[in-house]
Every structure is written in structure tokens, then in C-alpha cells.
């Protein structure tokens, strides 16, 4: 058990937040849209998988402007 509090998008805690183990706080979190990043290392290429899923990545915000 925790007591900790955590700012993520409903959707990721979606099945947590239905079975009552999360509850939503009445906080106002308009301020921390915006755009999202990748990390990664630059000493070591990436891995085939990797690649892939930055491919879909880049390729689905394209598509979403």
C-alpha cells in the first residue's frame, strides 16, 4: 500500500481507477499538456524492435499533427 500521488493520463490507469484501487484527484492539469519526448541512449544503436516501435511512433504523430 502507498499514499503516493502520481499525475498520468486517465486512460493509462484506466482499469485501476474502475476497480477503485487509484481515485482521481480533483486537480487541475491543464497546464501539463504538451508535447511528450523520446529518450534514448546514444552510445548504442537500437535494437530492431526498437526501431520499429520508434517507426510507429514518429509515424502516428504525423498523422496526428
Given amino acids: 500500500q502507498s499514499n503516493a500521488v502520481w499525475i498520468i493520463s486517465a486512460g493509462v ?3 485501476e481507477l474502475g476497480s477503485g484501487a487509484f481515485v482521481a484527484l ?3 492539469t491543464e497546464e501539463t ?3 511528450v519526448g ?3 541512449r546514444t552510445d548504442t544503436a ?3 524492435a526498437f ?3 520508434l517507426q ?3 509515424e502516428a504523430a504525423r498523422q496526428s499533427g
Avoid: C, E, Q, Y
Fill in 56 to 58: 510507429t511512433i514518429r
Fill in 46 to 48: 537500437p535494437s530492431p
Fill in 38 to 40: 523520446l529518450t534514448m
Fill in 13 to 15: 490507469v484506466a482499469n
Fill in 51 to 53: 526501431s520499429i516501435l
Fill in 33 to 35: 499538456k504538451g508535447p
Fill in 26 to 28: 480533483p486537480v487541475n
